[in-house]
């Protein structure tokens, strides 16, 4: 089925720990997004992608690398990890955004859940 | 100030009542506008974009004021599925800022 799937869904691992989450989308769609989402904040970015080979910062990038060598691929690395980034990590997708008037929505996967004990 | 304000509730309605929710933001160079429904900690979903002349989607209305840089929602004839908690979402340049959520429970 067309869509945006995230895996693992649900993974614990130690502080130190290199971790990465995947994101696959079918959709062809230019822009992809990682958010995290914690109790009191909301959806925070962490980084996002224009295109493949196209990376930037969001609000929240400390501790965590992302690459986008495909177009339907955005995979989520967490080099050395911390107990501060256990969270449920959300990707997203959207056409085009880049004119002013663009009203175009994202679309999400369905989360991963990470612990980081 | 947070970009994205809205008031977390929750609102606890009976069923067929009518809700509203408000939400503001602080970019006045914001472009376009969201509401999004999240269920459980699930992935959030579109509910429905919001223009400037407002819009209506079955029981869902949403309006935006530019001037006082406001959005709201307003369901009507409330069911029981419509409990969950409500995002308001603003697009700046191209960046999503998400609210903290309006939580909904509506009650038999």
């Known amino acids: 089925d067309a869509g945006i799937t995230q895996s693992p869904r649900y993974k614990i691992t130690e502080t130190g720990r290199q971790v990465t989450l995947m994101c696959h989308q079918t959709?062809?769609?230019?822009?992809m997004f990682w958010y995290r989402q914690d109790l009191g904040h909301g959806l925070r970015l962490i980084y996002y992608?224009?295109?493949?080979?196209?990376?930037d910062k969001g609000e929240v990038p400390d501790g965590y690398v992302v690459s986008r060598s495909k177009t339907e691929n955005f995979p989520l690395t967490l080099e050395s990890a911390t107990r501060s980034q256990t969270s449920v990590y959300f990707c997203?997708?959207?056409?085009?955004?880049?004119?002013?008037?663009?009203?175009?929505?994202?679309?999400f996967g369905d989360g991963t859940r990470l612990s980081i004990l | 100030r947070k970009e994205v304000e809205q008031d977390p509730g929750p609102f606890n309605v009976p069923e067929g009542a009518t809700v509203a929710f408000n939400c503001t933001y602080s970019?006045?160079?914001?472009?376009?506008f969201f509401w999004y429904r999240q269920d459980c900690r699930k992935e959030p979903k579109l509910l429905m974009s919001?223009?400037?002349s407002g819009n209506e989607d079955g029981r869902f209305t949403a309006q935006l004021n530019r001037a006082s840089q406001y959005i709201s929602l307003l369901i009507r004839d409330s069911k029981l599925s419509d409990s969950a908690t409500y995002l308001c979402?603003?697009?700046?340049?191209?960046?999503?800022?998400f609210g903290t959520g309006t939580q909904l429970k509506v009650e038999l």
């Open positions: 997203a997708s959207s056409e085009s955004v880049s004119l002013p008037q663009s009203n175009q929505p994202q679309h």
């Open positions: 959709w062809s769609h230019s822009y």
């Open positions: 992608s224009a295109a493949a080979d196209i990376t």
């Open positions: 970019n006045s160079a914001s472009q376009s």
């Open positions: 919001v223009y400037s």
């Open positions: 979402v603003v697009n700046s340049q191209g960046k999503l800022t």
